[in-house]
């Protein structure tokens, strides 16, 4: 089948590139020129595992390409998934302008009947929307608008696209449901380490819309709900690893996204989030819980700064490493990455930061100022008075403990992600702050 992406992002570029993968013809669209130039040779301008290899083989067999033109990709593809960014507006909602944007430029360049579908994460109706924007913009050319909502996962993202756990489709029309079923049939079929097969779920629209939000804030809630009860086992003497353990063991909950630490971030949690509680809102319904679970998440950065200065005294004129950037581990995105805010909030109380991460310090040079860069996590321990563990990156369990406590001026570590044993730092003679232990 032809399909065009429209934005090549995280999401845009995984999924032309699996589609490719799974024997379709896909052209990837950007409006960013430089990108395109990059994708073109066969490079990617993200860290993403198995995504280059993927990028390269695909293109060799000419089934993955590359455009700046809409126009090229609504000509030459039936099926047209829109994966532009929906990033936050001031007040919380979501900023709609890419899409709004894109839907117009592929309205004008329709001749014939195309399948238009939303892959980017959008408010519920935004469907109905789209279909207005469509036929304000062409009146003449047959169209469907489907809601495909995206579930995969920055740094497992190849594998979460080609295994998911579920495909969700919403659709209008019989016509809409069978191409996108015939399109995902490889998917649907094939037998994974995960599942035997793949749970297809064909819901109207606006269900599949809000199944993403809904998901995400679900999702968001374990993870506030599980902060939540660490600070109650601070205040207790608990240990919130085995709380969450016990609680993990019945098969209502589950042990997964029961993880204390310091809060959610990244371009989705943190933004999904806060486009729900403002949808509700404007539905007249007030989504307190959520507003709470969002509470609770911006509280955490503030937490983790506590716990360094009652250790230090002040930060003021300390130096502090950090390790870990990325909003997780295995990607380099830094959006609403906890690092960022954690970063902020010592620099403006004075103090000297050194940061290392395995692969996000390129995208955080964009972003960060007055920091000092190390190649590895021993350069940041060298003079540093407390070392914080920010992204639970393979790399730091790791690294030679003994090592980085000899090169501090004083062996604080303070681990939002408890990622170490509290038992075995003291004994290696470290002052050791965990989140809820
Ligand atoms: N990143 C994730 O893990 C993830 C997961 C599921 C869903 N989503 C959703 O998918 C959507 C995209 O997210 P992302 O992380 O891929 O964002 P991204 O910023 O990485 O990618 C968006 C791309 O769209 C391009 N773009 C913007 N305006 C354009 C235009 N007018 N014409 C052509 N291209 C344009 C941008 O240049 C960029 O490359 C969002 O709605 C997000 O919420 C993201």
Redesign the pocket.
Known sequence: MNVAV?????????TGTCLAEIGHYVIC????EE?IEVLKKGEI??YEPQLEKLVKKNMDKERLSFS?S?KEGVSRAKVIFI?????PKENGE?DLS??E??CS?IARSMKEYRLIVE????PVQTGQWIKRLFRVNNSLSDFDIASN??????GT?VDDFLNPDRIVIGVETERAASILKELYSPIINRKSSRSDSVPLMITDLETAELI?HASNSFLTTKISFINAVADICEKTGADIEKVAEGMGYDPRIGVSFLKAGIGFG???FP??LQAFIRIAEKLNYDFALLKEVEKINKNRPKMLLDKIEKALGTVEGKTIGILGLAFKPNTD?I?LAPSIEIISLLQRKKAQIKVYDPVAMDKAKEVLRNVEYGRDPYEIARGSNALVIVTEWEEFQRIDLERIRDLMVNPLVVDGRNIYEPEKMKELGFIYKSMGR
């Open positions: 429209i934005g090549s992002g995280y999401v845009g570029l995984v669209v950007d409006n960013d990108k301008p993200i700046t809409i994966a532009v960014g929906t990033p979501a890419s899409v944007k894109v430029q892959k980017s994460t959008v909502p995206e579930f995969l996962r920055e993202a993403k990244g371009f989705c933004k999904d995105d959006r």
